[in-house]
């Protein structure tokens, strides 16, 4: 046996310390590499709170991120990923965010969230490399971790939300002061597990020391409180390593505007954090660096928590009544599979606001359905009419378009498809130039005048009586027997000026019953005619005092063929109620809606396959909807004529019970932006169950509820994102309005007093 030398002696331990220091040395190295790769692409995640939180639901989500778990190799070279739940309390209150690292693929983590908990909401941005704070700020920081083995468990099992002491202990901060609580997280198994099952320590260092000096085998307790702690102990250890586990670290920084007041908050969270003992509980260190710290996002090892343990501490608050939380508005739901995207042939409505963002859209053979769209103002719902309205210009289908407000005509001008520029008629209440002309009188004789009295009776319903019904359709119908095409100007000197008018009366003398009004009417004394008519005529007056009324409803013959515009045309009808008034508003509406209804029908001579797909888009719809006919058969024969309606509206308290029932039937494809408590509770027999009254109630803005007629059958409910507008063109309105100058044709009859033809420069 050789000398000993010690010498050699001292030369191996020297070698062997530098090995251990170079070793440890290039594993920090490697760890502070991994730990700049996960900062690069990193994002976060703000969460918003669903209406309801269940505790389970925390457990879900953790139990989703066992996934993470990288294979054996990457986790003995430190390559497996960490994420962390940071809860940001300010003045404002208290926000929630995931830091993800740039390593986990997008949407992973999102998609986690909403299926853990139903109705919360995500939105997602590049994570901010500084947290900034005031100069003059004091800031305090420090990390919790266990102060008995991590074996043993913290408590799980909580009567009410054991984050309400730490929201309480962030009141009363002011606008510079903040509180920030960190709780990173990574999934562990294996040799990691068994060692804090055993006791042993997780670090190298540690190890080693364990290696060197193990500890004595315990001999058994004789005192049987201690034994039955044991036991309990034991029981405990085992209930937590049934599941997977997670090596976690808490966090927190105080910034404040004095040390006293940073101190007291500091104390308050970690005493919020003493209600987690039992078995285990937390103990509170120095942290060097806090902000730094923060920011970096840099874990490298910490306490072990099962999956209760850590739903336990990182969850989303259960208070639904607290405040100074942001809740979430309507949940995202899913589009059903068979849902249309986007083609030549279907109506784009928006994208999908869950799962992979998609395009979704309305067939046009379904939107003959009808479309029942209910929105307040603001919601987005002029925003959805428009970008309909463009796609039917886009691809040569028949539109007409009321606007009793005038924004919504406004942006269209802005925006018409080139391609589609030749096909408008405009008539706008606002233009100084030429109006196209509508006479309500011409057409089939019996309808063009039920139709015209209809809408004066139901338009002036409070003042309307059954003489004053009869004197205008005896009127209009002696009209049109003198005259293919009359003008409404001729109906006051014909009720107020005998002698003017016998050629109108000559030519209903073989008429019995028009005969056996006109000799009535004339046997009344002045007084007694001047009574009769007097509530007729205050109406018509007030129509025809209005110039741009003249010209475009009695300037004589038609100057617009309501054939071609649904056969391709676009037609824009702009009548804001502020310049026309209420009145002349819903009286022009109606009448261009009974215009296209008289249109519309006369289709069934055409064979059906050759009539071509045309809509008519009204806002406000409950204002001209005023023809003689019920809503149900409207929208029932509309179909077969190939003539969708999109009715749209802000709340269901405009409109009548008849109309309510026959739009809730009949109108099948339903879109509701956000809308109040109490239409949302009706509203949400349409989209139940997958979205109840409070998602409809909760819609934010562009954010719509979607019920859709997919080849003739109703799917369910879902939500969508809404396009916005294409950018406007610059000079495309004054383009479209020359335009529709030269677009508005010539009368029949060259010698009737209907304008001809306008110079377009005029238009401009």
């Known amino acids: 046996m050789p000398p000993f030398d010690p010498w050699t002696a001292v030369h191996a331990i020297l070698v062997f310390t530098a090995s251990a220091g170079a070793l440890t040395l290039l594993r920090f190295w490697w760890w502070r590499r991994f730990q700049a790769a996960l900062r690069r692409n990193a994002r976060l995640i703000t969460v918003l709170t669903p209406p309801a939180v269940a505790p389970a639901d925390a457990q879900a989500f953790w139990s989703n991120l066992v996934g993470l778990l990288r294979p054996r190799w990457a986790r003995f070279l430190g390559r497996q990923p960490h994420v962390a739940m940071e809860f940001s309390f300010g003045h404002d209150g208290l926000q929630i965010r995931l830091w993800v690292p740039g390593s986990l693929p997008p949407g992973l983590v999102e998609r986690a969230v909403e299926a853990a908990w139903p109705g919360a909401r995500t939105t997602t941005a590049p994570a901010t490399p500084h947290l900034s704070v005031p100069r003059h700020a004091v800031v305090v920081g420090g990390t919790l971790r266990l102060g008995r083995p991590q074996a043993l468990p913290i408590r799980t099992d909580f009567p009410a939300d054991p984050l309400r002491a730490l929201l309480g202990a962030a009141t009363g901060l002011g606008s510079d002061e903040h509180i920030y609580v960190q709780v990173l997280a990574k999934p562990v198994t294996g040799r990691r597990v068994g060692r804090a099952k055993r006791g042993q320590s997780s670090s190298l260092t540690g190890r080693i020391l364990d290696g060197l000096t193990p500890g004595a085998s315990p001999k058994p307790a004789r005192d049987p409180r201690v034994r039955l702690e044991t036991n309990a102990q034991d029981r405990a250890i085992v209930d937590k390593h049934r599941g997977n586990m997670f090596d976690t670290a808490i966090r927190y920084v105080v910034v404040a505007t004095e040390r006293r007041l940073a101190r007291g908050c500091a104390h308050a969270i970690a005493s919020a954090f003493a209600g987690f003992a039992g078995h285990n509980y937390y103990r509170r260190r120095r942290l060097r660096a806090p902000l730094k710290a923060l920011n970096l996002r840099r874990f490298r090892g910490g306490d072990l928590l099962s999956i209760p343990e850590l739903a336990a501490i990182a969850h989303l608050p259960l208070d639904e009544a607290l405040p100074g939380i942001r809740r979430a508005g309507a949940r995202a739901v899913s589009p059903p599979p068979e849902t249309p995207t986007i083609g030549p042939s279907i109506k784009p409505l928006g994208i999908s606001d869950v799962g992979h963002a998609r395009p979704v859209g309305l067939r046009v053979s379904d939107s003959r359905h009808h479309v029942h769209l209910l929105g307040s103002t603001g919601s987005g719902k002029s925003t959805l009419l428009a970008n309909l309205i463009l796609a039917d210009a886009e691809h040569g289908r028949g539109a007409v378009v009321i606007d009793p407000k005038g924004d919504l005509i406004t942006d269209l001008l802005m925006r018409v498809p080139e391609r589609a520029i030749d096909r408008v008629v405009l008539f706008d209440s606002d233009s100084p130039g030429p109006v196209p002309c509508l006479n309500p009188l011409e057409g089939p004789k019996d309808i063009a005048v039920e139709n015209l009295v209809s809408v004066f009776a139901r338009v002036f319903s409070a003042t309307w009586g059954p003489r004053t019904e009869d004197i205008l359709r005896a009127a209009c119908l002696t009209l049109r027997a003198a005259d293919e095409s009359p003008a409404l100007t001729a109906l006051p000197g014909l009720l107020t000026n005998p002698a003017g008018s016998s ?92 215009r296209v209804w008289q249109t519309v029908t006369a289709r069934s001579a055409t064979p059906q396959r050759e009539r071509r797909d045309a809509a008519l888009y009204v806002d406000e719809a409950h204002n001209f909807l005023n023809l003689p006919y019920t809503i149900d058969d409207m929208l029932a024969e509309a179909r077969a004529y190939r003539l969708s309606m999109v009715l749209a509206h802000q709340n269901l308290a405009q409109l009548s019970r008849e109309l309510r029932e026959g739009v809730s039937a009949n109108a099948r494809t339903k879109i509701y932006f956000s809308s109040s408590p109490e239409d949302a509770r009706e509203l949400a027999r349409h989209t139940a169950p997958r979205l109840t009254d409070y998602d409809l109630a909760h819609l934010e803005a562009f954010h719509a509820a979607i019920r859709l007629v997919v080849d003739g059958e109703e799917k369910p409910a879902f939500t969508a994102i809404t396009n916005r507008m294409p950018p406007a063109v610059r000079g495309r309105a004054k383009q479209v309005r020359l335009a529709a100058a030269r677009n508005i044709r010539t009368p029949p009859n060259p010698g009737s007093t209907a304008q001809r033809a306008p110079d377009p420069r005029r238009a401009a």
């Open 503 to 594: 050629r109108h009366r000559a030519a209903v003398r073989h008429d019995p019953v028009l005969r056996g009004f006109w000799e009535w009417y004339e046997q009344l004394s002045d007084g007694s005619r001047a009574h009769a008519i007097a509530p007729l005529l205050n109406k018509l007056r007030a129509l025809l005092l209005r110039p741009f009324v003249v010209r475009a409803l009695a300037a004589g013959p038609s100057t617009v063929d309501m054939r071609q515009v649904l056969d391709g045309g676009l037609c824009l009808v702009r009548i804001p109620k502020g310049n026309l008034g209420d009145d002349t508003a819903r009286l022009i509406g109606s009448l261009v809606v009974g």
